[in-house]
């Protein structure tokens, strides 16, 4: 099974930027559907991104689209997320999740259909 370890959290102030990247595992990643959640104290996990094993297909929340771009490189076996125009609301601890085996279409951004996460990475935007 691929294993995942997220870097890049930091704390950055609002309207900055920041790169998260993950990095898999095996040799599996180029088959596999790759994506971020986020979870804020005191709130559900909410899907983020994914991307699918070639990147011809994407897939925002509608809180971050348009501000983040996920993206991952199969030859590197990492996967991004640029985080543009930062907001409080933000803030919250990204975790890099894979499915567990190859799929033939990746899952909605619903945590229960994802089955490799990572250990996250913090995020804190202030204003």
């Known amino acids: 099974q691929v294993k995942l370890v997220e870097s890049g959290g930091d704390s950055v102030q609002a309207g900055g930027s920041l790169k998260l990247s993950c990095v898999a595992s095996?040799?599996?990643?180029?088959?596999?559907?790759m994506g971020w959640f986020r979870q804020a104290p005191g709130k559900k996990r909410e899907g983020v991104a994914r991307?699918?094993?070639?990147?011809?297909?994407?897939i925002y929340t509608a809180a971050v689209r348009g501000r983040f771009t996920i993206s991952r490189d199969n030859a590197e076996n990492t996967l991004s997320l640029q985080m543009y125009n930062l907001q409080p609301n933000d803030t919250a601890v990204y975790y890099c999740?894979?499915?567990?085996?190859?799929?033939?279409?990746?899952?909605?951004?619903?945590?229960?259909?994802?089955?490799?996460w990572g250990q996250g990475t913090q995020v804190t935007v202030s204003s």
């Open positions: 999740v894979s499915t567990a085996n190859t799929v033939v279409g990746c899952p909605p951004l619903d945590p229960k259909r994802w089955g490799v």
């Open positions: 095996g040799d599996t990643f180029s088959t596999i559907c």
């Open positions: 991307i699918s094993p070639n990147s011809d297909t994407t």
